[in-house]
């Protein structure tokens, strides 16, 4: 089974809206991270936001938030505010346990259009 | 920028050949993580080195291996290239195993013919 399921490959979203990508994990570990990078164009992978499995709250950082639902083992990533400078592939990931591997989804490729 | 740097940034080989791949992690940083991207795919880990010593391998061939230096850069070595090797290579340093984000280089795209 994928341990990191990302079912949009592709979404559109208008400058300046907000736009929810979606992501999907399975484990058996109970202490496990979620994380979201974003790659552009270039390649270099770029921290956007991380959950911690123990977490109560969810995590924020800037435009950018994650809606956790722990029972039905989703990470979703929420942009506001578009901008197009967002335009880009986001993977979603997962650490589980102690070490420092990461499981990538297959990613979303997101066009904020002006 | 993430202070993690890759070299060289893309590379050219034939199939049958080797091929060295460096990272300096970010200063601070003594676990090194690989990462192969296919295209259209999502990073899949390879091998990560923990001070100087492997700690972890993903479902990749003896052919992939791997060196960390006492400075924790490190090396990725690939013997006997195949087509199915093209790809973009990441490398990932973090402060230790149980640390949260990993940081990125901006990878190495090898291409076989």
């Known amino acids: 089974a994928q341990k990191i399921t990302q079912t949009q490959p592709g979404m559109f979203v208008q400058e300046k809206e907000a736009v929810t990508l979606d992501c999907t994990y399975d484990?058996?570990?109970?202490?496990?991270?979620l994380f979201w990078y974003k790659q552009p164009s270039s390649g270099e992978m770029i921290f956007l936001i991380y959950?911690?499995?123990?977490?109560?709250q969810n995590a924020t950082e800037g435009r950018y938030s994650l809606n956790f639902q722990k029972a039905r083992k989703s990470a979703n990533l929420v942009i506001s505010a578009s901008q197009l400078g967002d335009s880009a592939m986001y993977f979603c990931a997962m650490r589980e346990g102690g070490g420092s591997r990461l499981t990538f989804g297959e990613g979303t490729q997101l066009t904020v259009n002006p | 920028e993430t202070g993690v740097t890759q070299s060289p940034t893309h590379l050219i080989k034939t199939r049958g050949q080797q091929v060295t791949l460096r990272c300096s992690s970010q200063s601070g940083h003594n676990t090194v993580s690989w990462y192969q991207q296919a295209l259209g795919q999502g990073p899949q880990f390879i091998f990560q080195?923990?001070?100087?010593?492997?700690?972890g391998r993903g479902n990749f061939p003896p052919r992939f291996s791997g060196l960390q230096f006492p400075n924790y850069s490190s090396e990725l070595n690939v013997n006997a290239l195949e087509l199915d090797d093209s790809a973009l290579y990441l490398c990932?340093?973090?402060?230790?195993?149980?640390?949260?984000?990993?940081?990125f280089g901006q990878g190495t795209r090898l291409t076989v013919v």
């Open positions: 990932a340093s973090s402060p230790g195993t149980i640390r949260t984000e990993a940081f």
């Open positions: 080195y923990y001070r100087e010593e492997e700690n």
């Open positions: 484990t058996s570990d109970p202490s496990y991270g």
């Open positions: 959950q911690g499995s123990y977490d109560q």
